[in-house]
């Protein structure tokens, strides 16, 4: 090592520059290779989370209010254009899993001569809590011995978050919108809109008409 350290030293500088470059790329190809390589979101499929229905938006959002509270869900909020909802789940005796619903009603642009409707955007998040526990034991002052510690002990249970995630099964949400339909009210029909720079004239004015006398 002692000759390898001096024979670098007595090597021209621009050759000893190179080879520190050379050990530095090394490292850093080393370190590049570790790395992950995660793709969050691949925004290959707009069905999973939206459904169009033939309903205004305010029609939508009491339909998905009803199939929520259906299901046991506690709906926290309910609006003309937001609903949610939460429901806890316990799989094992020391897991508690709860799942909160958000559905936003958005108004589409209707196509001339057919009836507005309403796009049900959904998404569903799932926390997951473990049970933690922690032991104290209690400890008594005894003279001059210091402090004793005794077997007995408590303890202390608390929940706390372990995971937290998006559900994007298209099974689950279909089964919720095919429930969203079964609560939705048919839309009334609405006349179509005229067309631009097209006036529409004011109905006619009817006035009624006094009978003729009868002459004999």
């Known amino acids: 090592m002692p000759l390898l350290f ?3 030293l007595r090597a021209p500088m ?3 520059f190179a080879a520190l470059a050379l050990a530095l790329s090394g490292c850093g190809t080393r370190s590049s290779s570790t790395r992950i390589n995660y793709e969050p979101e691949a925004f290959n499929s707009t069905t999973t989370h939206s459904r169009t229905f033939m309903a205004t938006e305010a029609q939508t959002c009491e339909a998905a209010r009803r199939a929520l509270l259906s299901q046991g869900y506690l709906v926290t909020a309910a609006n003309a254009d937001l609903v949610t909802g939460r ?10 899993v709860e799942v909160e619903f958000r559905v936003v009603c958005a108004k589409e642009v209707a196509e001339k001569g057919r ?7 959904v998404s569903a998040l799932q926390d997951r809590y473990s049970l933690k526990k922690t032991n104290n ?11 004793l510690s005794l077997p007995f002990s408590a303890s202390d249970d608390a929940l706390v978050k372990v995971a937290s995630e998006t559900l994007t099964d298209e099974r689950f949400y279909d089964r919720f919108f095919t429930l969203l339909d079964r609560f939705l009210s048919p839309a ?3 006349p179509p809109a005229p067309e631009p720079g097209v006036s529409v004239p004011p109905p006619a ?12």
Request: aromatic share 8%; hydrophobic share 35%.
């Open 14 to 16: 621009p050759w000893v």
């Open 205 to 216: 004015t009817t006035f009624p008409v006094r009978p003729s006398p009868n002459r004999g």
């Open 6 to 8: 001096s024979s670098i």
């Open 188 to 190: 009334e029909d609405e």
């Open 115 to 121: 009836r507005s409707s309403t796009i049900a955007f």
């Open 137 to 147: 034991s209690a400890s008594v002052g005894v003279g001059a011995l210091g402090s």
């Open 87 to 96: 429901k806890s789940f316990q799989p094992a005796n020391e897991v508690h």
